[in-house]
T-cell receptor
Framework: NAGVTQTPKFQVLKTGQSMTLQCAQD?????MYWYRQDPGMGLRLIYYSASEGTTDKGEVPNGYNVSRLNKREFSLRLESAAPSQTSVYFC??????????????FGNGTRLTVT | AQKITQTQPGMFVQEKEAVTLDCTYD???????LFWYKQPSSGEMIFLIY??????QNATEGRYSLNFQKARKSANLVISASQLGDSAMYFCAMRDTGGFKTIFGAGTRLFVKA
């Protein structure tokens, strides 16, 4: 029972570098999400994918891109990292998007530092 | 617009006592779900409990219960008989039918004292 697998766990980037965070789920969920967690601000939604083939912006999409590669995988890309993107990133999945009773299942997070 | 508010940045509780973590929400959608998640110091997010907007009874899961007051738009988490392992960050969250998104409050850090 892997659930949601997220890689890498830690990453340090220099300003301007790029990287992709990988996420895969084996629960056959339709919807997948990328959040960032900053102190005192809870989790803020970056992008989400309600189903395979669709992606939409969340609350804080600037500086990020996403790809829903297939039903299992949803990646987050930082094209040109900035210090403001230093954060903990969580991938999550959660059933069918119109089911408001579906809890999210989270990966273990990626701690990203941009210097 | 959706909004979740947690007004307690930190809470202390004595081991074996009960504690209530506050959460208020706002949505214009009559259909919504409310969730509580726990984040221990190891960092993972753990789903604790769910309450649907049409549920007549308060949800319970072991030592966790959700005090749902719909008219006041509050969804407080009650932890009974606190244990040292309950020391963690707790997030209230909401999902409605309007945008397929789950939004989170800022969180409450709970410290359980021996």
């Amino acid at each position: 029972n892997a659930g949601v697998t997220q890689t890498p766990k830690f990453q340090v980037l220099k300003t301007g570098q790029s990287m992709t965070l990988q996420c895969a789920q084996d629960m056959n969920h339709n919807s997948m999400y990328w959040y960032r967690q900053d102190p005192g601000m809870g989790l803020r939604l970056i992008y989400y994918s309600a189903s395979e083939g669709t992606t939409d912006k969340g609350e804080v999409p600037n500086g990020y891109n996403v790809s829903r590669l297939n039903k299992r995988e949803f990646s987050l890309r930082l094209e040109s990292a900035a210090p403001s993107q230093t954060s903990v990133y969580f991938c999550a999945s959660g059933g069918t998007p119109w089911n408001y009773n579906s809890p999210l299942h989270f990966g273990n997070g990626t701690r990203l530092t941009v210097t | 617009a959706q909004k979740i508010t947690q007004t307690q940045p930190g809470m202390f509780v004595q081991e074996k006592e009960a504690v209530t973590l506050d959460c208020t929400y706002d949505t214009s959608d009559p259909s919504y779900g409310l969730f509580w998640y726990k984040q221990p110091s190891s960092g993972e997010m753990i789903f604790l409990i769910y309450q649907g907007s049409y549920d007549q009874q308060n949800a319970t899961e072991g030592r966790y219960s959700l005090n749902f007051q719909k008219a006041r738009k509050s969804a407080n988490l009650v932890i009974s008989a606190s244990q040292l392992g309950d020391s963690a960050m707790y997030f209230c969250a909401m999902r409605d039918t309007g945008g397929f998104k789950t939004i989170f409050g800022a969180g409450t850090r709970l410290f359980v004292k021996a």
